[in-house]
Protein backbone atom coordinates (compact mmCIF):
# COMPACT_ATOMS: atom_id res chain seq x y z
CA UNK A 1 0.00 0.00 0.00
CA UNK A 2 2.85 2.39 1.04
CA UNK A 3 5.36 3.77 -1.33
CA UNK A 4 8.64 1.13 -0.74
CA UNK A 5 11.01 4.31 -1.66
CA UNK A 6 10.04 5.18 1.59
CA UNK A 7 11.83 2.06 3.00
CA UNK A 8 15.39 4.08 1.93
CA UNK A 9 14.74 7.04 3.66
CA UNK A 10 14.75 5.36 6.97
CA UNK A 11 17.49 6.99 8.80
CA UNK A 12 17.46 10.86 9.23
CA UNK A 13 19.86 11.86 11.26
CA UNK A 14 18.12 13.06 14.00
CA UNK A 15 16.02 9.82 14.00
CA UNK A 16 19.08 8.41 14.73
CA UNK A 17 20.69 10.61 16.43
CA UNK A 18 17.31 10.15 19.49
CA UNK A 19 18.00 6.26 18.89
CA UNK A 20 21.97 6.48 20.32
CA UNK A 21 21.86 9.44 22.80
CA UNK A 22 17.60 9.18 23.85
CA UNK A 23 15.14 11.26 24.31
CA UNK A 24 17.29 14.68 25.53
CA UNK A 25 17.07 15.30 29.51
CA UNK A 26 15.92 18.68 31.00
CA UNK A 27 19.73 20.93 31.50
CA UNK A 28 20.96 19.01 28.22
CA UNK A 29 22.33 21.72 25.43
CA UNK A 30 21.13 21.18 21.99
CA UNK A 31 24.14 21.97 19.72
CA UNK A 32 23.16 19.08 17.22
CA UNK A 33 20.64 21.24 15.23
CA UNK A 34 21.15 24.25 13.18
CA UNK A 35 18.27 25.95 14.54
CA UNK A 36 19.25 29.90 15.38
CA UNK A 37 18.87 30.69 18.73
CA UNK A 38 19.36 34.11 18.28
CA UNK A 39 16.88 36.78 19.04
CA UNK A 40 15.12 37.56 15.56
CA UNK A 41 14.85 41.50 14.83
CA UNK A 42 11.42 43.42 16.24
CA UNK A 43 10.79 44.13 12.20
CA UNK A 44 9.46 40.58 11.72
CA UNK A 45 6.75 41.07 14.51
CA UNK A 46 6.01 44.97 13.86
CA UNK A 47 5.39 43.66 9.95
CA UNK A 48 3.32 40.71 10.64
CA UNK A 49 1.11 42.70 12.93
CA UNK A 50 0.80 45.47 10.56
CA UNK A 51 -0.65 42.60 8.31
CA UNK A 52 -2.92 40.95 9.89
CA UNK A 53 -5.34 41.22 7.78
CA UNK A 54 -3.48 38.80 5.46
CA UNK A 55 -4.28 36.36 7.63
CA UNK A 56 -8.03 36.05 6.24
CA UNK A 57 -6.71 34.89 2.48
CA UNK A 58 -5.52 32.83 0.55
CA UNK A 59 -1.36 33.24 -0.32
CA UNK A 60 -0.60 33.39 -3.57
CA UNK A 61 2.06 30.75 -4.79
CA UNK A 62 4.49 33.45 -6.21
CA UNK A 63 3.64 35.89 -3.44
CA UNK A 64 3.53 39.92 -3.74
CA UNK A 65 5.44 41.74 -6.58
CA UNK A 66 7.01 43.86 -3.36
CA UNK A 67 8.43 40.66 -2.14
CA UNK A 68 10.08 39.07 -5.20
CA UNK A 69 11.19 42.74 -6.08
CA UNK A 70 12.87 42.81 -2.63
CA UNK A 71 14.30 39.61 -3.36
CA UNK A 72 15.46 40.43 -6.86
CA UNK A 73 16.96 44.05 -5.54
CA UNK A 74 18.84 41.99 -2.83
CA UNK A 75 20.21 39.58 -5.16
CA UNK A 76 21.38 42.31 -7.26
CA UNK A 77 23.31 43.90 -4.61
CA UNK A 78 24.35 41.11 -2.93
CA UNK A 79 26.25 39.57 -5.78
CA UNK A 80 26.88 42.25 -8.02
CA UNK A 81 24.23 40.94 -10.82
CA UNK A 82 24.19 43.34 -13.85
CA UNK A 83 20.36 44.89 -14.07
CA UNK A 84 17.82 42.64 -15.38
CA UNK A 85 19.72 39.51 -15.14
CA UNK A 86 16.64 38.81 -12.75
CA UNK A 87 13.14 39.09 -13.80
CA UNK A 88 11.21 39.51 -10.57
CA UNK A 89 8.45 37.83 -11.78
CA UNK A 90 9.63 34.94 -13.82
CA UNK A 91 12.81 33.82 -12.07
CA UNK A 92 12.00 34.24 -8.32
CA UNK A 93 9.31 32.01 -6.39
CA UNK A 94 8.88 32.07 -2.79
CA UNK A 95 9.03 29.31 -0.86
CA UNK A 96 8.08 27.42 2.84
CA UNK A 97 11.21 27.47 3.86
CA UNK A 98 14.03 26.02 1.21
CA UNK A 99 13.83 22.18 2.77
CA UNK A 100 11.12 22.13 1.15
CA UNK A 101 11.95 23.94 -2.22
CA UNK A 102 15.08 21.04 -2.32
CA UNK A 103 13.28 18.60 -1.37
CA UNK A 104 10.68 19.53 -4.85
CA UNK A 105 12.50 20.70 -7.21
CA UNK A 106 13.78 16.82 -7.61
CA UNK A 107 9.82 16.66 -8.89
CA UNK A 108 10.66 18.72 -11.56
CA UNK A 109 13.72 17.92 -12.78
CA UNK A 110 13.44 14.48 -12.63
CA UNK A 111 12.06 12.87 -16.05
CA UNK A 112 9.22 10.36 -15.56
CA UNK A 113 10.17 7.81 -18.18
CA UNK A 114 13.61 6.96 -17.26
CA UNK A 115 15.60 6.69 -14.37
CA UNK A 116 17.69 9.55 -14.82
CA UNK A 117 21.25 9.91 -11.73
CA UNK A 118 21.43 12.69 -9.20
CA UNK A 119 24.53 14.06 -7.59
CA UNK A 120 24.78 14.67 -4.45
CA UNK A 121 27.85 15.66 -2.36
CA UNK A 122 29.15 13.43 0.25
CA UNK A 123 28.44 14.46 3.18
CA UNK A 124 25.41 16.26 2.79
CA UNK A 125 21.93 18.49 3.89
CA UNK A 126 20.15 14.54 4.02
CA UNK A 127 17.09 16.19 2.29
CA UNK A 128 18.84 16.16 -1.28
CA UNK A 129 18.89 12.13 -0.61
CA UNK A 130 15.27 12.04 -0.14
CA UNK A 131 14.40 14.25 -2.39
CA UNK A 132 16.70 12.07 -5.27
CA UNK A 133 15.34 8.69 -4.00
CA UNK A 134 11.53 9.61 -3.84
CA UNK A 135 11.66 11.36 -7.67
CA UNK A 136 12.79 8.40 -9.13
CA UNK A 137 16.77 9.03 -9.68
CA UNK A 138 19.27 7.42 -8.68
CA UNK A 139 21.93 9.05 -6.05
CA UNK A 140 25.48 9.15 -6.55
CA UNK A 141 27.29 10.03 -4.15
CA UNK A 142 29.99 12.60 -5.03
CA UNK A 143 33.06 12.87 -2.18
CA UNK A 144 33.54 15.89 -0.57
CA UNK A 145 36.01 15.30 1.76
CA UNK A 146 39.35 16.73 3.27
CA UNK A 147 40.92 16.03 -0.40
CA UNK A 148 38.34 18.00 -2.40
CA UNK A 149 38.65 20.73 -0.23
CA UNK A 150 34.93 19.62 0.87
CA UNK A 151 33.68 20.60 -2.25
CA UNK A 152 32.17 17.79 -4.81
CA UNK A 153 34.44 17.51 -7.78
CA UNK A 154 31.49 16.88 -10.82
CA UNK A 155 34.17 17.33 -13.33
CA UNK A 156 35.37 14.19 -12.34
CA UNK A 157 32.41 12.45 -13.36
CA UNK A 158 32.39 10.29 -16.39
CA UNK A 159 30.59 12.28 -19.00
CA UNK A 160 28.58 9.47 -20.07
CA UNK A 161 27.16 9.79 -16.25
CA UNK A 162 27.02 13.17 -16.54
CA UNK A 163 25.06 12.85 -19.63
CA UNK A 164 22.49 10.58 -17.60
CA UNK A 165 22.03 13.03 -14.93
CA UNK A 166 19.02 15.21 -14.15
CA UNK A 167 19.60 17.38 -11.26
CA UNK A 168 23.00 18.02 -8.82
CA UNK A 169 22.72 19.62 -5.48
CA UNK A 170 25.75 21.59 -3.94
CA UNK A 171 26.35 23.57 -0.88
CA UNK A 172 27.88 26.73 0.07
CA UNK A 173 28.58 27.43 2.28
CA UNK A 174 28.69 24.20 2.90
CA UNK A 175 26.54 21.98 5.87
CA UNK A 176 28.36 20.34 7.45
CA UNK A 177 32.25 21.13 6.62
CA UNK A 178 31.58 25.13 6.08
CA UNK A 179 33.58 25.20 2.91
CA UNK A 180 32.81 28.33 0.09
CA UNK A 181 32.78 27.43 -3.37
CA UNK A 182 34.70 29.82 -5.00
CA UNK A 183 33.73 31.87 -8.15
CA UNK A 184 35.62 29.58 -10.63
CA UNK A 185 34.10 26.37 -8.98
CA UNK A 186 30.93 28.18 -9.18
CA UNK A 187 31.59 29.21 -12.59
CA UNK A 188 32.71 25.55 -13.88
CA UNK A 189 29.54 23.54 -12.48
CA UNK A 190 27.45 25.96 -14.23
CA UNK A 191 29.17 25.25 -17.50
CA UNK A 192 28.98 21.66 -17.06
CA UNK A 193 25.33 21.88 -16.11
CA UNK A 194 24.88 23.09 -19.31
CA UNK A 195 27.02 21.02 -21.14
CA UNK A 196 25.24 18.21 -19.81
CA UNK A 197 21.94 19.53 -19.62
CA UNK A 198 21.22 18.74 -15.98
CA UNK A 199 19.75 20.95 -13.40
CA UNK A 200 22.87 22.57 -10.50
CA UNK A 201 20.35 23.23 -7.38
CA UNK A 202 23.00 25.69 -5.51
CA UNK A 203 21.78 25.58 -1.66
CA UNK A 204 22.93 29.48 -0.40
CA UNK A 205 21.22 29.38 2.66
CA UNK A 206 24.20 29.97 4.57
CA UNK A 207 25.57 32.54 2.51
CA UNK A 208 25.11 35.52 5.15
CA UNK A 209 27.01 33.83 7.64
CA UNK A 210 30.87 34.18 6.44
CA UNK A 211 34.02 35.33 8.16
CA UNK A 212 36.23 37.02 5.65
CA UNK A 213 35.06 37.89 3.05
CA UNK A 214 31.28 37.25 1.14
CA UNK A 215 30.69 33.82 -0.49
CA UNK A 216 30.00 34.28 -4.17
CA UNK A 217 26.53 32.72 -5.36
CA UNK A 218 25.92 31.18 -8.43
CA UNK A 219 23.84 33.55 -9.89
CA UNK A 220 27.32 35.50 -10.34
CA UNK A 221 28.49 32.75 -11.69
CA UNK A 222 25.87 33.12 -14.62
CA UNK A 223 26.69 36.55 -14.42
CA UNK A 224 30.42 36.17 -15.00
CA UNK A 225 29.97 33.34 -18.07
CA UNK A 226 27.39 35.81 -19.61
CA UNK A 227 24.05 35.24 -21.01
CA UNK A 228 21.46 33.81 -18.63
CA UNK A 229 19.96 31.86 -15.86
CA UNK A 230 19.52 28.33 -17.60
CA UNK A 231 20.12 25.59 -15.86
CA UNK A 232 20.86 27.12 -12.32
CA UNK A 233 18.69 27.86 -9.54
CA UNK A 234 20.02 28.86 -6.17
CA UNK A 235 17.99 29.07 -2.63
CA UNK A 236 18.06 31.48 -0.24
CA UNK A 237 16.33 31.42 3.15
CA UNK A 238 16.05 33.83 5.80
CA UNK A 239 16.16 30.58 8.84
CA UNK A 240 19.92 31.51 9.04
CA UNK A 241 20.21 35.17 7.64
CA UNK A 242 17.53 36.69 10.07
CA UNK A 243 17.83 33.93 12.89
CA UNK A 244 13.83 32.75 11.88
CA UNK A 245 13.49 29.32 11.16
CA UNK A 246 10.07 29.40 12.55
CA UNK A 247 9.24 32.08 10.09
CA UNK A 248 9.44 28.87 7.48
CA UNK A 249 10.57 31.94 4.26
CA UNK A 250 13.21 31.55 1.50
CA UNK A 251 13.40 32.15 -2.05
CA UNK A 252 14.10 29.87 -5.19
CA UNK A 253 15.51 32.23 -7.98
CA UNK A 254 17.51 31.47 -11.19
CA UNK A 255 16.19 29.01 -14.61
CA UNK A 256 12.84 30.97 -15.55
CA UNK A 257 11.96 27.69 -17.77
CA UNK A 258 12.24 24.95 -14.31
CA UNK A 259 10.93 28.00 -12.40
CA UNK A 260 7.72 28.26 -14.07
CA UNK A 261 7.71 24.21 -13.80
CA UNK A 262 8.10 24.33 -10.57
CA UNK A 263 5.02 27.06 -10.25
CA UNK A 264 3.00 24.65 -11.68
CA UNK A 265 4.02 21.71 -9.81
CA UNK A 266 3.76 24.24 -6.02
CA UNK A 267 0.26 24.44 -7.62
CA UNK A 268 -0.78 21.24 -6.69
CA UNK A 269 0.98 20.42 -3.62
CA UNK A 270 3.23 23.53 -2.59
CA UNK A 271 2.55 25.38 0.45
CA UNK A 272 2.31 29.17 -0.53
CA UNK A 273 3.55 31.77 2.30
CA UNK A 274 1.07 33.37 4.19
CA UNK A 275 0.64 37.19 3.44
CA UNK A 276 1.71 38.56 6.56
CA UNK A 277 5.01 36.24 6.36
CA UNK A 278 5.45 37.54 2.87
CA UNK A 279 5.19 40.95 4.18
CA UNK A 280 7.63 40.18 6.89
CA UNK A 281 10.20 38.35 4.58
CA UNK A 282 10.17 41.40 2.33
CA UNK A 283 11.34 44.03 4.82
CA UNK A 284 13.98 41.69 5.87
CA UNK A 285 15.40 40.96 2.64
CA UNK A 286 15.44 44.85 2.41
CA UNK A 287 17.26 45.07 5.56
CA UNK A 288 21.24 44.83 6.03
CA UNK A 289 21.56 46.20 9.87
CA UNK A 290 19.85 43.09 11.54
CA UNK A 291 22.20 40.77 9.02
CA UNK A 292 25.32 42.60 10.03
CA UNK A 293 24.48 42.12 13.92
CA UNK A 294 23.48 38.53 13.38
CA UNK A 295 26.95 37.97 11.16
CA UNK A 296 29.05 39.76 13.93
CA UNK A 297 27.54 37.23 16.82
CA UNK A 298 28.35 34.09 14.77
CA UNK A 299 31.83 35.65 13.64
CA UNK A 300 32.76 36.06 17.79
CA UNK A 301 31.46 32.32 18.36
CA UNK A 302 33.90 31.36 15.17
CA UNK A 303 36.31 33.16 17.39
CA UNK A 304 36.27 31.62 20.63
CA UNK A 305 35.69 28.10 18.45
CA UNK A 306 39.68 28.68 17.67
CA UNK A 307 40.96 30.19 21.11
CA UNK A 308 39.26 26.97 22.81
CA UNK A 309 39.63 24.39 19.92
CA UNK A 310 42.09 25.55 17.62
CA UNK A 311 44.93 23.04 17.23
CA UNK A 312 43.06 20.08 18.32
CA UNK A 313 40.73 17.89 17.75
CA UNK A 314 41.23 18.38 13.74
CA UNK A 315 39.68 21.82 14.26
CA UNK A 316 39.52 24.04 11.04
CA UNK A 317 37.70 27.63 11.26
CA UNK A 318 34.68 26.98 8.55
CA UNK A 319 34.44 29.89 5.75
CA UNK A 320 31.21 30.54 6.40
CA UNK A 321 27.73 28.56 7.91
CA UNK A 322 27.83 28.00 11.95
CA UNK A 323 29.14 24.62 12.23
CA UNK A 324 32.06 22.83 13.53
CA UNK A 325 32.80 19.99 11.92
CA UNK A 326 35.73 18.44 14.30
CA UNK A 327 37.60 15.06 13.76
CA UNK A 328 37.35 12.87 16.72
CA UNK A 329 38.43 9.87 15.04
CA UNK A 330 34.96 7.67 16.03
CA UNK A 331 31.92 10.49 15.53
CA UNK A 332 29.47 8.61 17.33
CA UNK A 333 31.70 7.14 20.02
CA UNK A 334 31.93 11.18 20.77
CA UNK A 335 28.42 12.22 20.69
CA UNK A 336 28.07 9.59 23.37
CA UNK A 337 30.29 10.86 25.44
CA UNK A 338 29.60 14.13 24.95
CA UNK A 339 26.16 13.05 25.75
CA UNK A 340 26.93 11.92 29.04
CA UNK A 341 29.48 13.36 30.65
CA UNK A 342 29.11 17.23 29.71
CA UNK A 343 25.17 17.16 28.86
CA UNK A 344 25.19 18.52 25.38
CA UNK A 345 23.71 17.03 22.03
CA UNK A 346 25.84 17.28 19.00
CA UNK A 347 25.55 14.97 15.84
CA UNK A 348 28.02 12.12 14.80
CA UNK A 349 29.05 13.23 11.07
CA UNK A 350 28.44 9.60 9.84
CA UNK A 351 24.34 10.12 9.94
CA UNK A 352 24.97 13.19 7.50
CA UNK A 353 26.97 11.03 5.05
CA UNK A 354 26.88 7.77 3.36
CA UNK A 355 28.94 5.00 2.53
CA UNK A 356 30.75 4.91 -0.76
CA UNK A 357 31.32 2.03 -3.14
CA UNK A 358 34.02 1.25 -0.90
CA UNK A 359 31.75 0.64 2.03
CA UNK A 360 33.42 3.78 4.22
CA UNK A 361 31.60 6.56 5.31
CA UNK A 362 33.29 9.38 5.23
CA UNK A 363 31.31 11.39 8.02
CA UNK A 364 32.50 8.41 10.85
CA UNK A 365 35.24 10.04 12.40
CA UNK A 366 33.36 13.53 12.72
CA UNK A 367 31.02 15.76 15.20
CA UNK A 368 29.11 18.38 14.26
CA UNK A 369 29.00 21.51 16.25
CA UNK A 370 25.75 23.96 15.82
CA UNK A 371 27.21 27.23 17.13
CA UNK A 372 23.62 28.96 17.46
CA UNK A 373 23.69 29.72 21.34
CA UNK A 374 24.54 32.87 22.50
CA UNK A 375 28.39 33.78 23.07
CA UNK A 376 28.64 32.40 26.91
CA UNK A 377 26.49 29.59 26.47
CA UNK A 378 28.62 28.17 23.37
CA UNK A 379 32.31 29.48 24.85
CA UNK A 380 31.15 27.49 28.31
CA UNK A 381 29.87 24.53 26.14
CA UNK A 382 33.27 24.70 23.88
CA UNK A 383 35.37 24.19 26.95
CA UNK A 384 32.85 21.22 28.42
CA UNK A 385 33.15 19.62 24.78
CA UNK A 386 37.28 19.78 25.19
CA UNK A 387 37.16 18.60 28.45
CA UNK A 388 35.37 15.67 27.50
CA UNK A 389 37.41 15.03 24.32
CA UNK A 390 40.62 15.15 25.90
CA UNK A 391 39.35 12.82 28.39
C1 LIG B 1 22.13 23.05 4.05
C2 LIG B 1 20.73 23.40 4.41
N1 LIG B 1 19.86 23.66 3.44
C3 LIG B 1 18.58 23.96 3.72
C4 LIG B 1 18.13 24.01 5.02
C5 LIG B 1 16.67 24.30 5.24
O1 LIG B 1 16.44 25.50 5.86
P1 LIG B 1 15.01 26.18 5.84
O2 LIG B 1 14.01 25.14 5.38
O3 LIG B 1 14.77 26.62 7.21
O4 LIG B 1 15.11 27.30 4.84
C6 LIG B 1 18.99 23.75 6.07
C7 LIG B 1 18.50 23.78 7.47
O5 LIG B 1 19.12 23.40 8.39
C8 LIG B 1 20.34 23.44 5.76
O6 LIG B 1 21.24 23.18 6.73
Known amino acids: MLNDRLDRLSDYPFRRLAELLGPARPGDLVMSIGEPQHAPPPMVAETLAANAGGWGKYPPLDGTPEFRRAVRDWLTRRFGLPEGLVDPDRA????????????????VACPGAWRPVALLPNPFYQVYWGAAVMAGAEPLLVPAGPEQGFLPDFESIDPAILDRTAIAWACSPANPQGAVASLDWLKRAVT???????????DECYSEIWFDAPPAGALQACAALGGGLDNVLVFHSLSKRSSVPGLRSGFVAGDERALAA????????????????IAAAAALWRDETHVEQNRALYRAKMDSAEEILGGRFGFARPQGGFFLWLDVGDGEAAARTIAEKAAIRVLPGAYLARADEDGVNPGRPYIRVALVHDLDTTRDALWRIAAVLEG
Open 262 to 277: FARLRSYGGASTPLPV
Open 192 to 202: LARRHDFLLCV
Open 92 to 107: VLPVAGTREALYLIAQ
